[in-house]
């Protein structure tokens, strides 16, 4: 099956999250039913981190998130866009990076402000799907 998008931590956040508003609750069902989601390992780790493992099992299991690339494939860039972007962490630029490699793919974030500033390929916007109360 083609992946649907790019999934930060915020939208698996969002639809586990029980006190999530309904918009964008919806938000993150459509994003999660719409097709399989890339994501990362940092992002995977993030998600573990604020809402437990169990979520992050069941969205791997049922293929509904899918690991987009190998972290260690990347070192370079990684290394590149932390001295451009000092404030980004390694799931930001994860997904930056995954989002060059898929560059049709938008990414699923809550985090409009760091996405909106991040670039791809040195000078192009990351696409990014935002929920309703963050636009």
């Given at each position: 099956?083609?992946?649907?998008?790019?999934?930060?931590?915020?939208?698996?956040?969002a639809w586990a999250d029980c006190?999530?508003?309904?918009?964008?609750?919806?938000?993150?069902?459509?994003?999660?039913?719409?097709?399989?989601?890339?994501?990362?390992?940092?992002?995977?780790?993030?998600?573990?981190?604020?809402?437990?493992?169990?979520?992050?099992?069941?969205?791997?299991?049922?293929?509904?998130?899918?690991?987009?690339?190998?972290?260690?494939?990347?070192?370079?860039?990684?290394?590149d866009f932390a001295v451009q972007?000092?404030?980004?962490?390694?799931?930001?630029?994860?997904?930056?990076?995954?989002?060059?490699?898929?560059p049709r793919l938008k990414v699923?974030?809550?985090?409009?402000?760091?996405?909106?500033?991040?670039?791809?390929?040195?000078?192009?916007?990351?696409?990014?799907?935002?929920?309703?109360?963050?636009?």
């Amino acid at each position: 099956m083609t992946p649907f998008g790019i999934a930060d931590a915020g939208l698996v956040i969002a639809w586990a999250d029980c006190q999530t508003s309904r918009e964008d609750r919806r938000w993150a069902d459509n994003a999660l039913e719409s097709g399989p989601l890339y994501t990362t390992e940092p992002v995977l780790a993030e998600i573990s981190h604020f809402i437990g493992v169990t979520p992050v099992a069941v969205l791997l299991n049922s293929g509904r998130l899918v690991v987009g690339m190998a972290l260690a494939d990347h070192g370079k860039f990684i290394a590149d866009f932390a001295v451009q972007y000092p404030e980004a962490d390694l799931a930001d630029i994860s997904l930056v990076k995954l989002s060059e490699l898929h560059p049709r793919l938008k990414v699923f974030t809550v985090d409009a402000a760091d996405f909106t500033i991040y670039r791809r390929f040195r000078n192009q916007p990351v696409p990014i799907s935002v929920p309703p109360s963050r636009q």
